[in-house]
């Protein structure tokens, strides 16, 4: 099905089952530890073997040799891999750096051996066993030293975008702001490890994974091992977070299929905590300069944002400065992104690539120009709402509610209550509200599924999209039971394999809304094969309550079925629709933080989002994805920064001992509100994306309410105590 004009009335809207709060149905094996992750599989013929890796210890070099022997000749240990073993292989698309193979080193903690044994502990001593010996390469880590030879970025990154006469129109501006921000390189932190059990049959190979894109690893597997791809199967039906950490191929899985062809037995490799943030990806560091100019009365005529950030060679830009082309109108404009190589980890998505880190520096320049323009922070960013694309006048949003967002969350949080900066005190706690726009783009992917209606009446589906925390498997429950005419407990909802059709995965915040459009679009061939056995009309035939009615004729959908019972599959696919308007998600994140006036700790109070995201596919899940993405932008905004080694081209914390994550106690109240709102130009669901619009504009608000309390403007994130105790006022 191709979706190329804007969606009608539909079965979706009769939301007898969508948009209604439903608990998630894989929740009750999810907390009764009946959910099988990557690393927990145990219904395999032959016990499993232990893989533990070996990663670098040097930056950038070569690796003359390795000494193994002690390794193979410990306990318990079955073989060892090693690189050099391997030689080169192919680098799939998708991977900046090989993950295995060969004798160059390009970053820290790549992996260069995996050694098998009976169990962990004797597979991880005898790893450290393995004597690497290296010919080291100086290397690039520092951004700031980076910066000045850094390049334009390949033009399918649409680097630079300009309108209008910004120098002009900026030297002109009544009232002006220039300033530069930065952001740290931060890791994804998902509760469950890269982790996976690869087995061969023959020249097949079945691996157990922790994917967020199953087709995507498939396709990419196959390139590294220079096998088919009709090969490999795929199986990832739970997973434990990834937050754009296991969008691509990772060296769990290419250590694990090396390890089991080479052992002849299944093979389970996790990577260890410490490995994680060095040998998979990471959010990179950013240097952004926001310049702004505005007449007295607040409408901004000039806006430019350029941004500074690095990756490995044929890495590319952290996409910073896309919120900025699109959220606020001003005729004169300018965006640019440049690269630099640096020789650490490769760089790549993290929960909102680019909107994240952009909006972190983008909201605080407008909350500094609201203060030198005098103007309520709310009120000025309403005087520049646009309903058209800035760059492009001639291209509408097809739904943009900012305004209606920024109200509603001044007036439930009661924004009244703002002083002027410094103003509110509570004995040693200084009191602050702060607040910024919230912008993601609505992304679609094509995304398959098959439908099956059983003699019995129940329907199964099956999709290789996967549910990595997100409620994935409710939500399609949902569609097809709406779909359907059923209650969601006649709904079977199978995920995670690549057996089953390609679909959109998970990622971009793209997957429920694409993946519950691919369910529509199976369902809507099981309606016709329903029908057409029946001799009903497919356009006018009635599902609900288990039946199918056309006229005064009622029939049980398990007797449609019959014994054998009937299959719908396709794969939903979009037209132009999606480029003739501008496809947006928009909302307001509100925050309350109190810092100790002796020491400089701040603490959140209470956070409000209000979100305009499309149709709500169900609040209960959405709000999940919101409050969680609203818990990782406080880490961006107060702890999270991947310390960098400058010497050894390293992060240093790489553990959760040093990396700090938000916990329970650093948030004590989070409230979601979502807007009315649907969109028939995104999708037959009317729905957009909503789990990483959640996290854009968090840290700007908190650094905004740490202005306000202080009078303090951090502009280098992480807000730390330190950058606040030399300007606090006096403690008595």
């Not at 630099?340 to 980890?345: C, S, V």
Request: hydrophobic residues 40%; glycine residues 10%.
């Amino acid at each position: 099905m191709k979706f190329d004009s804007p969606a009608a009335t539909n079965p979706i809207d009769k939301l007898k089952v969508v948009g209604k709060p439903v608990h998630r149905v894989d929740g009750e094996i999810k907390t009764t530890g009946r959910a099988t992750y990557a690393y927990e599989w145990h219904d395999l013929d032959v016990a499993c073997a232990i893989g533990y890796p070996v990663g670098s210890a040097i930056a950038k070099g070569t690796i003359s040799s390795m000494e193994v022997s002690a390794a193979q000749a410990a306990p318990g240990v079955l073989a060892v891999v090693t690189t050099l073993d391997v030689g080169g292989l192919k680098k799939p698309k998708r991977n900046t750096a090989h993950l295995f193979g060969g004798d160059k080193i390009q970053h820290y903690h790549q992996a260069v051996a995996v050694v098998i044994a009976r169990t962990f502990e004797e597979a991880r001593a005898a790893a450290a066993l393995v004597k690497v010996h290296y010919r080291p390469e100086p290397g690039t880590f520092d951004l700031e030293k980076a910066k000045e030879a850094a390049v334009k970025p390949d033009e399918s990154q649409e680097p630079d975008t300009a309108t209008g006469d910004f120098n002009t129109a900026f030297a002109e501006a009544a009232v002006t702001l220039d300033q530069i921000y930065t952001t740290p390189d931060q890791s994804h932190c998902m509760m469950e490890p890269h982790a996976s059990i690869a087995s061969w049959n023959g020249d097949e190979l079945t691996v157990r994974v922790s994917s967020q894109m199953i087709d995507w690893w498939r396709t990419d597997l196959a390139t590294t091992l220079g096998m088919q791809k009709e090969k490999i199967r795929l199986i990832s039906p739970f997973i434990g977070g990834g937050f754009g950490g296991k969008l691509f191929l990772r060296a769990d899985t290419v250590l694990a299929a090396f390890a089991a062809k080479a052992v002849g037995m299944p093979v389970k490799v996790a990577l260890p905590r410490p490995m994680i943030p060095n040998n998979t990806t990471h959010r990179p560091a950013t240097i952004q300069r926001v310049r702004i100019g505005a007449e007295r009365d607040g409408k901004i005529t000039a806006i430019a944002h350029e941004s500074w950030s690095g990756d490995l060679p044929g890495g590319g830009p952290e996409t910073a400065v896309n919120q900025t082309r699109l959220l606020y109108a001003g005729a004169n404009r300018m965006t640019t992104m440049r690269l630099a190589t640096l020789d650490l980890p490769e760089g790549n998505a993290m929960r909102a690539p680019g909107e994240a880190p952009g909006m972190m520096a983008l909201e605080i320049a407008m909350d500094e120009m609201a203060e030198r323009l005098h103007l309520d922070p709310v009120e000025f960013r309403i005087l520049n709402d646009t309903q058209v694309d800035p760059e492009k006048p001639e291209r509408p949003f097809s739904r943009r509610n900012l305004i209606g967002c920024l109200m509603l969350g001044r007036d439930q949080f009661g924004w009244e209550r703002r002083g002027k900066a410094g103003s509110r005190r509570e004995g040693q706690k200084l009191i602050g509200l702060g607040m910024a726009a919230a912008f993601r783009n609505n992304l679609v992917m094509p995304s398959g599924a098959r439908v099956q209606l059983g003699r019995d009446g129940g329907v199964t589906v099956q999709t290789d999209m996967t549910d990595i925390g997100t409620g994935s498997y409710t939500i399609i429950a949902q569609t097809a039971a709406e779909m359907m005419g059923v209650g969601i407990d006649r709904v079977t909802v199978e995920l995670g394999d690549s057996r089953f059709p390609v679909s959109a995965g998970s990622g971009g915040q793209f997957g429920g809304n694409s993946s519950t459009s691919g369910v529509y679009a199976a369902c809507v061939k099981l309606r016709e094969a329903v029908a057409s056995k029946l001799g009903f009309n497919s356009d006018d035939a009635l599902f609900e309550n288990g039946q199918v009615r056309f006229g005064n004729r009622s029939v049980p959908l398990s007797e449609a079925a019959g014994s054998d019972g009937l299959v719908g599959e396709d794969r939903m696919t979009w037209g132009d629709i999606v480029d003739t308007q501008q496809q947006s998600t928009f909302g307001a994140h509100f925050v309350e933080v109190d810092v100790d006036v002796f020491t400089g700790e701040t603490r959140i109070r209470r956070m409000l989002a209000v979100c305009a995201s499309g149709r709500i596919l169900n609040p209960i899940t959405a709000r999940s994805q919101v409050i969680g993405a609203m818990t990782m932008g406080a880490g961006a905004a107060l702890s999270e920064e991947l310390a960098v080694d400058l010497r050894r081209g390293y992060f240093v914390n790489h553990d959760l001992a040093g990396y700090e994550v938000p916990v329970h106690a650093d948030i004590p109240n989070q409230d979601v509100i979502f807007m009315e709102e649907t969109d028939p130009r995104s999708s037959p669901m009317k729905a957009k994306g909503i789990a990483e619009l959640g996290i854009c504009g968090v840290a700007a608000a908190i650094a905004n309410a740490v202005f306000n309390a202080t009078g303090i403007r951090v502009r280098n994130y992480p807000v730390t105590l330190d950058k606040l105790v030399g300007g606090l006022p006096d403690a008595t």
